[in-house]
């Protein structure tokens, strides 16, 4: 069997999910046996270097870049897989989503983060605008509400468990790997 192609990327998302996958430990030589790393913050690359069998993604959108860093994702991963509690719902960084009942929620949202807190020192009331910032979705999506994702593992993070023993049933099997097998209930945790 030739080797596979993994990319894996951080979206709106703590990284936990990429500690996870670093929770492997020592089976991440059983790993490179079977698949190389391409863009990933594991091998720092931030462009692809030629199209992959599968993607990770950590974390959903919040902001322009994150769509189009997974439509680029999308186009250049055979199989795109959400990985963890943000990029199935939008997780944590959704909570803003909460105000959508708002006139203009994204600009309460921002007021209550950099202005009205009294847990912030911000006199100026400067809410950070320099045009290097990537724009701010009006919420934050989840990934399968962008793109097409073709599988989910939830958790919080998934498991280095759950991640290592999907990871081998794709790269052995496919998606006919891991869809025909309860897998990705194992071990659940929302920590
Ligand atoms: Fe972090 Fe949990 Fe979101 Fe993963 S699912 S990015 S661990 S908050």
């Not at 270097?49 to 950590?58: A, F, K, R, V, Y």
């Not at 909460?98 to 007021?111: F, G, N």
């Not at 009294?118 to 045009?131: A, G, I, R, S």
């Not at 994702?149 to 891991?178: K, M, N, R």
Request: with cysteine; glycine share 6%.
């Amino acid at each position: 069997m030739s080797k596979k192609r993994i990319a894996t990327v951080s979206l709106a998302g703590c990284f936990g999910c990429h500690m996870s996958l670093l929770d492997i430990d020592e089976r991440l030589l059983d790993l490179m046996q079977v698949a190389d790393i391409d863009r990933s913050p594991l091998t720092d690359l931030k462009v692809f270097s030629q199209d992959c069998d599968i993607g990770l993604i950590e974390g959903g959108c919040c902001n322009e870049d994150n769509v189009e860093v997974l439509q680029e994702f999308r186009r250049r991963c055979e199989i795109l897989v959400s990985v963890g509690h943000c990029a199935v719902t939008g997780g944590l960084p959704a909570m803003r989503n909460a105000i959508m009942h708002a006139k203009e929620p994204l600009r309460e949202c921002l007021e209550t983060a950099y202005g009205s807190s009294e847990l912030v020192l911000n006199p100026e009331n400067h809410v950070p605008n320099d045009t290097a910032l990537p724009l701010l979705l009006d919420k934050v999506y989840p990934c399968h509400e962008v793109v097409t994702i073709d599988l989910q593992i939830p958790g919080c993070p998934p498991s280095a468990d759950t991640l290592y023993t999907t990871l081998f049933a794709l790269i052995e099997h496919g998606l006919s790997g891991v869809r025909d097998e309860a897998l990705l209930h194992q071990g659940i945790r929302y920590d």
